[in-house]
Structure formats: C-alpha cells, structure tokens
C-alpha cells in the first residue's frame, strides 16, 4: 500500500517536472521571440534615430559614468582611457578605489598625471566607508576624477561614486568592462527621446573572452577559446540579451546589469542609492525603483537597450564561475525576499503580478527543481514508479526543448547583429547549445542552490576573487589587456 | 503518454534541424546579399567621392544616370556625404537626390500609413534640407505615433526655416509632447529669426512652453529678450521655469542679469532656484556678483554652496580672492584647488 502510494507519488512529481520544464522552456522562447521582434523594431529605425543630432546637440544631458574599483591594477589605465574617449557630448568618469590593495590607484596616478584636491562629498545617499582623497587628472580635472576610500564593496563604492557626480544622468560600469564606442550614446538616448518618463535604462553585456581588444576597444569579435566560456556566450545571448529585451517590451524589466546602465541620478537619490547589504545590488536597484515609483503611482519606464554593447570577461574556469552564479542566485534570492510584498501585489502592476512571481518560479526555483528532477527520476526508475521508456523521453524532449530554445537564440542573434562572422564560430556557438546540457546546467543548479540556501540562512556573503585573463587574444601581443584584477568584495 | 513523447521528440527534432539550418541559411544569404549590395554600389561610390572632391562642380550627370538599383545600394553612403558636407559640395549632392527624384518620393511618403516610412521620409527631407518640406513636416508634429514627430521635429531643425517656429511650440502643448531638449535644441537651429516667436511665448499659458523657449532664448544669446526673462525669474508661479530662466540669464551674459539673479539667492526661494542663479552669476563672470556668492559660501544647502564658490572661480581674480579669504571652508578650498589644476595647465589664470 504505502509502496504504491510511493510509487504514484514520484509517478506524478515525474510529470509535474516535466511539465515544469515546458513551460520554463516555453517562457524563454515566448522572451525570444518578443526579443526578436524588439530587434526587427530597432533595426528598422536606425535610419531615423538621430543618434549623431544627439551627439551634436548641446543640450543633451551630460552623464557621470561611476566606476568602482577593487585591485584592477593590471587593466585600470585601458578601461579609463577607453571611457574617456567614448562618444559623448559632455561626460565625466568617476573611478571609486575601493581600498585596493595593489597598485590600480598607483597606476592611474603615472597614467593620468592625478592631482589631490580637497572634495566636499555631498551625503545624498549614505555610504558607510571613509573617503581618504580625491584626484583629478591634470589635463582635464573636470572629466576624470579618482576617488581613493576604505574597502566597503562594490555597492558603498557607488554610492560614494553618485554623492560625487554632477550630472543628471548616471551611469555604472564595470571596471573590467570595454564599452563600444556608442555605447553611452544608446543608453543615455531614450532619456533624451522620453525625457519624463524613462527612469533607467541598461546596455547588454556580451563576453569579451577571445575578442580582440585594442586601445579598449573591441575590433574583432571571436568565440572564446574554452568551451566553458563558449557555453557561457550562448547562455549571455539566450539569458541577457534575448530575455532581457524580451522583458522590456513587457514593462517588466527587474534586472539592469551592474556592468552597464544608466539611471536617473534624481531618482537614484530619492530611492536611497544603492544597498549596501544585498549582493545584487544592481538588480535590486532596479526592483526598488520599480516599488518606489509604483507606489508613487508615476508614470515611467525601466528599458534595455540591444546594441551597442559593453564587453566583460566571463569566468574561464569552473572555481570562479561557481561563485559568481552563486553569489547572483543569492542576489535573487535575497532580492526576492526583501521585496515579497510585491509579489502578487496588483499596486505593482505587471512588476507584481508577472515579472516578480516569475522570477520566483523560473529562476528562484528552476535549480531546485532541476536538482530534483536529477534525482527523482532515478529514484522512479528504481521503484518502478516510471519505466526505462518514459524515463529516457522525458530526458530528451527536456533538453531537447532547452535545446531548441539556445538556437533560437543563436538564430534571432544571426538575424540581428551576427557579431560572430566566422562561420567556425557559427559552428562553435551552434555545439555549445549541445554541450551546455551535459554537466554545465547540473552543476550550476548546484551552485545556485547553495547560493540560495547562503541568502536564506544568512550567511555573509563573499564576492570572492577572479583571476582575469584578459581580453587579448594570445598571439597577438600588441592586444591590450584590458580587465585583469579581482572583483570588488563586500566586507 | 508514451505516444505523446514519441511525438514531441520528432517534432522538437524537425524544429531543432530546421533551426539550424535556418542560421545557416541566414548567414549564407546575408553574405550573398552583401557582396551583391557592394558590388553595386562601389560605382556609385567612386562616382560621389569624385563628385564631392569637385567640389560638386563635375560629374552631377554621371551621379543621375546611375541605374536605379546601384543608386538604391548607395544611398546609404550618399545620405551619410550629405551631413558631412557644407557649401558647393552639399548644394551638389543635394541637386543631384533632387533631380533623381528622392524629395519627390520621400515628400509622398509623408502621407505613407506606416510610420516608419514617414519617419524615414522626414528624415531625408531633413538631410537634404529642403524648405517646400517644412509645411508637411509641420502636419508631421501632430502625428498620433511620438517616434515620427521627433524625426520631424529633428528634419525641422535641419533645414532651419523660423516659420515652423511657432507649429514646433504649439506641439510642446499636448499630452504627449515632444521632448523639451530636442525643442529647444530645434528652435535654436531656426536661428535668431525665431526670437521674436520664442520671446512671444514666454507669455505660453504652459510652463513647458516657456522654459523650452528660455532654454532656446539663452542658447540664442537673445540679450533683447533679458528684461522679459528676468520678470520670468522673478514672477513665475513654477520652479522649474524659473530655474530655466536662471540658466538663459546666465549664458546671455548681459550685466543687466546681475540683479535679478542676485534677488533670486534670497534664502526665502528654493534651494535649485539659489543654486542656479549662483551658477548664472558665475557664468557671466562680473566682479560684481562677489559679495553675493561670497555670502553664500556657508550656505546649509549643499548644492547652493558648491555652486557659489565655482561661480566664485570662474568670475576670476576677484572670485579668487574672495575664495582664498574664506580658506577654512571647504567649497572655497574645492573651488581654489581647481582653480590651481586648471591654470597649472593653461598658465593663464594670474596666481
């Protein structure tokens, strides 16, 4: 009787996972497609969108692009030196030391030729560190200014980076990142084009691993060498750019990536700045805003802008991507939870009743639920709950499904920006779809569960280092380097 | 069920096969396409190099004779010449779209059902900068689609005729506007011929209105205007216009300004009232602004404060002086140091 009773019971959770898996693979492909139609919108208006009216006009809002900064001694001077020479009417750069411990400030001071200046740092949004100094480039103080403080984490080091800017528009950047050269241009526009409505405003992220990189910029875009990081860009593409895009044409982007995104500095202010005790900072900006504004009852918009894009170096080995995709699905997790009563709260809108309970369900839950399914599917076999035969379809529509989704990615990405031109790299992205199915979304359910499980036992959380490699591509040494050093951590 | 599964797998196969074939395909049809386009237009291209390097003297014939398709592959170049140009050269290449027809198709287009085509259609009007458009393009201002009323708006602009002046603040008064930035930037490229309208509309019932018009009247340098602007400073029932009037103050540069501006530092009005009027004061640079953004300098408003002791900068030795006699506060220091770095590099401010 009870083994009966067993036996039904993992009979039925079988199917409940599978059909969980349709649908989480249906949601990805319904966000693919809105993504591609988002793309066929954009490209058909590149004609007529007045990029270049932009860059002339002397009245296009002037921007402070923040960069926090923790031990990125070795590839500091490239990423400044490329952030100054973006394509922008009136900007500033604002570099946050965060207490590093090797010689990224050293660095920046031969390269720019700093100068110390006494600051008065306004308390708009508190920050918990001490500022020991402030430096301007000499050449051109009112454009790079260098902020040396005590070690407080990425989120402290914004802060101090959105009390010091003077500019209406903000934007923060990874140091590691390598933005095209228009990229501000793209991010910054819809505040110009929706002057009272657009609040934020974020750029995709691709993977720079493998790309050729010269004087901090991108010049030739190749797949990454490791079939790790090639996973990873097909992952980028289907996740951030298709799925992000694909919320924004809802009106329920949550996530801005902290690598690049604009924000107004008003609203910015008003929320508090960014919090200092939640990992995912970047993205939980974004869902406070969401609550601030909704309660507010204003009328506003949180977009994504597809192109052009900001580069960062993904993890190329199995140690630092692990705590990077568990330090994100902590950020999820502690996000979610800090913001629940939202969730399913009709005042929040499509933000409360769609995005948030998806989140919840398709990314809180879908390494749980995967993690199970590894496991009771067995576990049916064994009683004889499901036989051989249900037991290997169900494995192949699932990933076959997810599968599917990847190239359709791939696909839409072909028909889009086709950033990758070599056709082995066509290849080389087309396998990776294969392969991210054998080991690599097992063992990053096993991460995110444990990063999960750190956010709700209240573990203190570690960003940990990241050993970059750099952007260069290896016989050719004349490439910069542009990202070596660690990641900021919180104290 | 089993059956059921059977299914998916062939179905999920054939989409995962078509899939991929698909990106292939794209691929191999992308290339083929853009050989086809370059192959095209590399006539074409030659011809308009050597056209513009004539200064748009010789070969206008041999650009109109192109073969419709060549032309049409480029286009895209020809457009992209057409914003580089200036003189002989952009009255050439403007001659020769129109006699191949191209404002007669986009002025067509103005009345196309897809907005794309109109926004398109607008923009080339825009580039080729041709005035017999700018009626349409005003009935564009009303357009129910926003993207399309920005391009038209931006085609304006463009070809700079101040009789669209007056339709360009009429569209600022509806629900959906266009946004302020790009108007002010438009209405500043119609040139001082629009100050009449724009000093006109300072009376504009709408409070977007008159702060577009101020921003455009600074950007003008419309010192006629400055009384007008200064009853604005001083009477208007909204912040943000009186702050835009601050600002337009400030860049006309006129000792006119000085007064009014200093009234509005009052510590009774805003904190981004007193904080702009300071920033004005500095931009037009007279001693006798000193005492006023001295009085400033222990201001409780941090904005307010920051923003006297770099007006205090850029006024110059006076400002400096003041600065240096208030040297425990931090602002004065601020401002002094950057004072120091900035004439470091350009050895031209007297120590």
Known sequence: MIEEFIRDALRWTDVSIFAYFVALNSSYLVLIVLAGLEFYRHLRRIPFAGADDMFRSPLTLPVSVIVPAYNEGPGIVAAVQAMTALRYPRYEVVVVDDGSSDDTFEQLRARFDLVEVPRVVPADVAYTSEVLSVHVARANPETLTVVRKTNGGKADALNVGINLARHPLICMVDADSVLDPDALLSVAKPFGDDPLRVAACGGVVRIANGCKVIGGRVVDVRMPKQWLVRIQVVEYLRAFLMGRTGWSRLGGLVVISGAFGVFRRDLVVRVGGMDEDTIGEDAELVVRLHHHLRETKEDYRVIFVAEPVSWSEAPSSLAVLGRQRRRWHRGIAEILSKHRRMILNPRYGRIGLVALPYYVVFELLAPFIELSALVLLPLGLWVDAVNLEFAWRFVLVAYGYGLLVSLAALFIEEVSFHRYPRWGDLARGMTAAILENFGYRQILAVWQVKGAFGAWHGRKAVWGTMDRTGFGTPDEPESDLVGAGSVPRVP | ?351
């Open chain 2, 1 to 351: 069920m089993l059956e059921l599964f059977t299914l998916a797998i062939e179905v999920l196969t054939a989409v995962v096969v078509l899939t991929a074939t698909g990106i292939v395909a794209v691929r191999l049809y992308r290339r083929f396409k853009h050989r086809k386009q370059a192959r095209l237009a590399a006539g074409p291209r030659r011809s308009l190099l050597a056209f513009v390097a004539d200064n748009g003297e010789e070969g206008s014939h041999d650009l109109v004779a192109i073969p419709e398709d060549a032309w049409r592959a480029a286009e895209p170049h020809a457009l992209a010449l057409l914003g580089k140009l200036r003189g002989e050269a952009h009255m050439g290449l403007v001659s020769v779209f129109l006699r191949r027809g191209t404002a007669r198709t986009a002025l067509g287009h103005l009345r196309s059902r897809s907005r794309v085509k109109r926004a398109r259609a607008a923009q080339v009007l825009g580039d080729l900068e041709l005035r017999q458009a700018v009626p349409e393009l005003c009935r564009l201002l009303t357009d129910r689609h926003a993207e399309v009323r920005v391009v038209a708006v931006r085609a304006l602009g463009r070809i700079g005729d101040p009789a669209a002046a007056w339709r360009i603040i009429a569209s600022l008064d509806r629900s959906d506007p266009i946004p302020s930035l790009l108007a002010s930037h438009t209405l500043v490229q119609l040139g001082a011929e629009a100050e009449v309208t724009l000093s006109a509309a300072l009376d504009h019932p709408q409070a977007r209105v008159r702060a577009v018009c101020l921003d455009a009247l600074g950007l003008l340098g419309a010192t006629a205007s400055v009384t007008r602007i200064a009853r604005i400073l001083k009477e208007d029932a909204h912040l943000d216009v009186r702050v835009a009037a601050a600002n337009a103050l400030g860049k006309l540069g006129t000792r006119s300004a000085i007064d009014p501006l200093s009234l509005a530092l009052h510590i009774s009005r805003p904190a981004a009232l007193r904080a702009a009027a300071a920033k004005a004061l500095g931009d037009i640079g007279s001693p006798n602004a000193v005492p006023v953004l001295e009085a400033l300098l222990d201001d409780g408003a941090f904005h307010v404060a920051h923003e006297a002791a770099h007006a205090l900068r850029r006024i110059g030795p006076a400002g400096l002086a003041a600065l240096t006699g208030r040297g425990g506060n931090g602002h004065a220091l601020e401002a002094l140091a950057l004072a120091r770095v900035l004439r470091e590099e350009k050895t031209a401010v007297p120590a």
